[in-house]
């Protein structure tokens, strides 16, 4: 089994007023693992439900291996779908569920459930068969529902927010699971989440939605170093914003020249978006900064450090959390590297909301 | 469906000519339409019908064409304030009745005898499975067999006294027993969503008493599900006809039904009447339980 | 002591108050039991002695008696009427129902389930003499329509079957509206997705989900047709044969002499087929609510 290549192409779609999806551009190749990030009504599930079949477009087409289904029923498309929750049919056992699609396409007894079975061991299950799904907790579930969708073998497997109804801990090895058996099937998979953890940590490249446009498409980690906008700098991870002066492609920012990286506003006051990582906090008792809040969080401690009317965030290995306690007056620098700066108000209602996506 | 192939699980990607037409998916909810407005109308014209249409016999006239003169003669009708007044007292006394009944056990049993509260289901069910004709048989054949068997004791008595006609008590206890299922559905819906074991015990962790527990905790929190117990039996008394005809007792559907013979128009006046009435209870009802649920 | 509270902070006084709590609740359900057992119990034991004791003496007959002849033929007929007016009115009024919940006007759908909730309790006298004044013989829509010159006439089976629909259908809507509401529309969505059509989507998921609530509201309307009195004596007085008309008659003394048990027998008949119906209820009722759920 090998996955196929989704394009989609100038996806527009109204709801009643509100635009969901505005010209949606997007190459899936085949194999790859893509997450659709963004906030709640950026677009990303009803982008999902357009490759589906749940919705069509009102501009555009969904294009699989190069042949239009945009107006291809949804019965009739080659792709598995997990929904956020209850997806499962409440009447069926999780044998007769995982093999719905078989029956429905008049598959022997006997093949499907060998099927079934062989589904139910792929998602290490294999001894639930006869159970219902209300006898099963949220997590297995959600595999059970993964094991349908993978039934007729699709080539393209879609995830629209599969592990957002889950606990924290279940979320986390259900997340290692899906990308592992993705990597085994080869299957090219769209994943819609809002939850940018869950999109770095699983995807070969993550789309940043925002109001039905994709902002930026790339690999995790150019993604969160080299953030295209400041919409997505934000988004994505936390930011600094400290204001900076800025003189052609070089920006002055805590008594530091650091080079500017991406597009440069027109005017010269600027706030610069610094991640606390590259944040240096080191003890200082002539300095004026000092540290208001620390927690601890294992391996690092995110620090509030206050300087001046400016409050910003530093990230510092868990061994120093002694040594900064709050209170403690510090010198602040950033790390030497290129950096993103915005104009003063370009970015407003970007701060990650963990909600579900609406629409 | 004819593009899936039965011979395995592999579908062909590319769709058949057919499903491609852009109108195939806008035929879809256009049939889907046609066929709920359909029903709809149907149901519309059933259900519309026997009411425009009594209405508009209770209104015809054949020398004025239309007058509202049937309306204007129930209130002068012979039986009608004393049956109707008989109807509503019956119906008042039986909500008391079967409030001071199940509230308490209701209560008692989910509060501390969760054991009991099959049995209590069962019996408070088992009304339904009698049909009142049933029910009525039985009384009836009490109240032969009682005077012939107990003129002696005291319980002859009580018998003739529970079949005062001005005030049948026997009416009473029988539609306790009719209202019981619904009285019982409506509270145990109303204590379920009450969490009523938390409730009484931070009451009485704050030192109330029981009598003050019951009428300024329980009950004013459980004032929709009372609400809808008391319209429900109501409802069922001020429509019951099967008891009381058998039992020779002028309940208002009994006096709707004598006077239909010699004033038509009348009673079916009157039948338009008492689903009005029951219309307006049932809206204050849930008006009531809405503004409590807003409130709260 | 068997009170968990959750808001033990002061457990002497709360533990103190308690335990003669323990004894009153016990005697707060008194009442109640006993009243059940004395109004309710007494006359079905009557019922039961009495079907089985003819002239002083225990027999059958009564029980024979009331199983042949035209006491079978109006136990018969009711079992029909109601068979029929339950069937039909459960798939009428989930028809409505789903009419009324796929719609996307929410007004549509209030009023319809007021409407529905008033009208599955209107019944008994009013509800015959609105049809009457409307399809009866002088009824505004016969004389308007010209119906009785076509033979129409509203006092028989088919008549009552039609009156017993205008309580039944929306007894049926009120019944299976929250079920067809928890109808998940991922259920729809995850059968389309593995391919199914519509018509599959009802007949492996859909339908079977909703059988029990189903079920139990053809159950719910075998029950109230099977007991309708008050229509029927309003409106077909004896030309219908059924078995409460039946029960009604001979408790008027319309029986032979010595056979006044008859009644009883017949109620005693009336009980054990509605206690069947009833009794297939209860389990369908669980199941689909945890389904539901």
Partial sequence: MNGAKVELRGLRRNFSGTTALDGLDLTIEPGELIALLGPSGCGKTTALRCVAGFEQPDEGAVLVDGSDITRVPANRRDAGMVFQSYSLFPNLSIRENVAFGLRVRKVAAAKRHARAQELLELIGLPQIGERYPHQLSGGQQQRVALARALALEPRVLLLDEPLSALDAKVRVTLREEIRRLQLSLGITTIFVTHDQEEALSMADRVAVLRAGRLEQVADPATLYDRPATAFVAEFVGTMNRIPGKLSGRTVTVLGQDLPVEGDVPATSDVEVLVRPETVIVTPDPSSEAMILVSSFRGSTSRLRVQLGDLEMLADVPGHDTVRLAPGTRVRVELVERPVLVSASSDVAAAVPVPEHDVV | ?296 | MTVQSPVHTAPAAAGGGSRPKKSKSWLATVPLLAFVVLVFGVPLVIILGGTFSREGTLSAANVTDSLQGAYLTALLGSVKLSALVAVVGALLGTFLAQAVVTSRFRLLREAVLTASGVLSNFGGIPLAFAWIATLGNSGVVTSALGLDSAGWSLYNFWGLALVYLYFSIPLMVVVVVPALDGLRPQWREAAQNNGANTWQYWRHVGIPVLTPTLLGGVVLLFGGAFAAYATAAAMVGGTVPLVTLQIANALSGNVLIGHENVALALSLDMIVVAGLVMAVYLPLQRRSARWLR
């Fill in chain 2, 1 to 296: 469906m004819a593009a899936l192939t039965p011979a395995g699980p592999m579908a062909p990607m590319t769709p058949p000519a057919i499903a491609a037409e852009p109108g195939g998916k806008a035929g879809r909810p256009r049939r889907i339409r046609v066929w709920r407005g359909v029903v709809l109308l149907v149901a519309a014209v059933y259900f519309l019908v026997p009411l425009i249409a009594s209405f508009t016999f209770t209104v015809k006239d054949s020398s004025k064409g239309f007058t509202l003169d049937a309306y204007g003669q129930i209130l002068s009708a012979e039986g009608f304030g004393k049956s109707l007044l008989l109807s509503l007292g019956l119906g008042v006394a039986t909500i008391v009745v079967v409030l001071l009944l199940t509230l308490p056990a209701m209560l008692a049993v989910r509060l501390g005898l969760p054991k009991l509260k099959p049995i209590l289901e069962i019996l408070c069910t088992l009304p339904l499975v009698v049909p009142p004709i049933t029910f009525v048989a039985g009384i009836t054949t009490i109240l032969q067999w009682g005077p012939d068997h107990l003129a002696d004791t005291p319980f002859f008595q009580t018998i003739i006294a529970a079949q005062n006609p001005d005030f049948p008590v026997v009416l009473v206890l029988a539609y306790v027993i009719l209202a019981l299922p619904f009285v019982y559905r409506a509270l145990d819906a109303g204590l379920g969503a009450l969490d009523a074991r938390t409730l009484v015990e931070a009451a009485r962790n704050l030192g109330a008493s029981w009598p003050h527990l019951l009428f300024r905790v329980i009950v004013p929190n459980l004032r929709s599900a009372l609400a809808s117990a008391s319209f429900l039996t109501l409802a069922l008394v001020l429509g019951e006809f099967t008891i009381a005809s058998l039992l020779h007792y002028q309940t208002f559907p009994v006096w709707i039904y004598t006077i239909s013979g010699s004033q038509a128009q009348v009673s079916v006046a009157v039948s338009v009447f008492s689903l009005l009435i029951t219309w307006l209870l049932l809206l204050a009802l849930s008006s009531a339980g809405a503004r409590q649920r807003s409130g709260s």
